[in-house]
């Protein structure tokens, strides 16, 4: 488990400590690669602290980044595609701003929220060499701008998923997973009143595959006026490969969710 101590008034950042595998948590799936990776151990670098106060962190914002490379300690070799940082603990009523939304179920703000490891870089192919290093970026939305604790692990799970705000037109809501190197948008499908479209994106070369859909809808056709267009019927798998890259969803009119959770998987052939 790695810790932090930051302190926000002084804008400063001390490691604290790299201790042993974490307990058990209710995200159970994936590998915990704190071992592989350390030591060495991560540098913390690039600090900042923004004192304006905004809805939910009257404090401000703490920005600071965890050089975390590779040592290779268990001999493990590489580590590939869905690496992530895991916040076991976050102390001072404070929140991690950039976590992937939804990213563990019920969208925990601090303990248990995730953090992708950047698609940038050394691991722009989303594959750490032995001895190559990634920067991984933190905001701290702050509750007081005092001392806090900040324990994360390291874990390596192409498996994912995110709350997907749905918007009336495409574009408004994306939400970036594996490492940005995707992205999931779900808008209004033109001329229907009841119906989400699903997209993967990139389109011509898409690096996530959706694997399922919440809630569950209860159609998966696109069914626009005649005179538009023929009705189309895609339910997930889509993208990364599938015949589709677009799923679609169909609701009760009188009940349409505002946001959808989708489940992804980062391994593209």
Do not use: H
């Amino acid at each position: 488990m790695y810790s932090v101590s930051l302190d926000s008034e002084m804008s400063r950042a001390l490691l604290l400590a790299v201790a042993c595998i974490a307990a058990p948590t209710a995200l159970a799936q994936g590998v915990l690669v704190n071992d592989d990776l350390i030591p060495p151990v991560p540098v913390v670098k690039d600090q900042f602290y923004d004192p304006r106060a905004d809805a939910g962190f009257p404090a401000g914002r703490f920005y600071f980044t965890a050089e975390v490379c590779n040592g290779n300690n268990l001999d493990a070799g590489d580590q590939g595609v869905g690496l992530e940082s895991r916040t076991v603990q976050l102390t001072g009523n404070n929140v991690v701003l950039n976590r992937i939304p939804g990213g563990a179920p019920g969208d925990p703000a601090g303990a248990g929220s995730i953090v992708d490891f950047p698609g940038r870089g050394s691991y722009a192919d989303l594959s750490l060499a032995v001895g190559e290093c990634v920067d991984v970026a933190y905001v701290i939305g702050l509750d007081t701008a005092r001392n806090f604790y900040f324990f994360v692990d390291f874990w390596r799970d192409p498996l994912g998923q995110a709350t997907v705000p749905a918007t009336l037109v495409a574009q408004q809501g994306v939400v970036d997973v594996c490492g940005g190197r995707g992205e999931l948008d779900v808008y209004r499908a033109p001329f229907t009143t009841d119906t989400y479209a699903i997209t993967v994106s990139p389109e011509a070369t898409p690096t996530v595959r959706i694997t399922a859909i919440e809630p569950e809808p209860i159609s998966n056709t696109y069914a626009p006026p005649p005179i538009i267009s023929p009705p189309r019927t895609s339910a997930p798998p889509v993208g990364c490969g599938e015949t589709s890259n677009t799923a679609y969803a169909q609701y009760d009119v009188d009940a349409m969710p505002e946001a959808l959770t989708i489940y992804y998987d980062c391994t593209c052939p």
